[in-house]
């Protein structure tokens, strides 16, 4: 069973950083394209970073580019979001998914990880 699980989330306060972390289990790693989402209270699930197999190549949210860097770990099947300089604006559910690198839709979603950044 494919399953994406995210972790490092948390509360903190403007200014400070988190790293997120999803570790994906099976096949779904090799050559998947992964990303981060998140969603705000009331607002639709929006992209913030992604990332390529071979991490040759990485894209952002301008709300986010500066601030925030996606890697990825192969040989752990694990792919991280580091966020400094949060901001309250940031406060959000996060999500880890996954895509065949060939497609365009992300088709296996993590189940998230809050993220809460006080002012």
């Known amino acids: 069973q494919v399953q994406l699980v995210e972790s490092g989330g948390g509360l903190v306060q403007a200014g400070g950083s988190l790293r997120l972390s999803c570790a994906a289990s099976?096949?779904?790693?090799?050559?998947?394209?992964m990303g981060w989402f998140r969603q705000a209270p009331g607002k639709e699930r929006a992209f913030v970073a992604g990332?390529?197999?071979?991490?040759?190549?990485?894209s952002y949210a301008d709300s986010v580019k500066g601030r925030f860097t996606i890697s990825r770990d192969n040989a752990k099947n694990t792919v991280y979001l580091q966020m400094n300089s949060l901001k309250p604006e940031d406060t959000a559910v996060y999500y880890c998914?996954?895509?065949?690198?060939?497609?365009?839709?992300?088709?296996?979603w993590g189940q998230g990880t809050q993220v809460t950044v006080s002012s």
């Open positions: 099976g096949r779904i790693f090799s050559n998947y394209y």
């Open positions: 990332i390529n197999w071979s991490r040759t190549t990485t």
């Open positions: 998914a996954a895509r065949p690198q060939s497609l365009s839709e992300y088709n296996y």
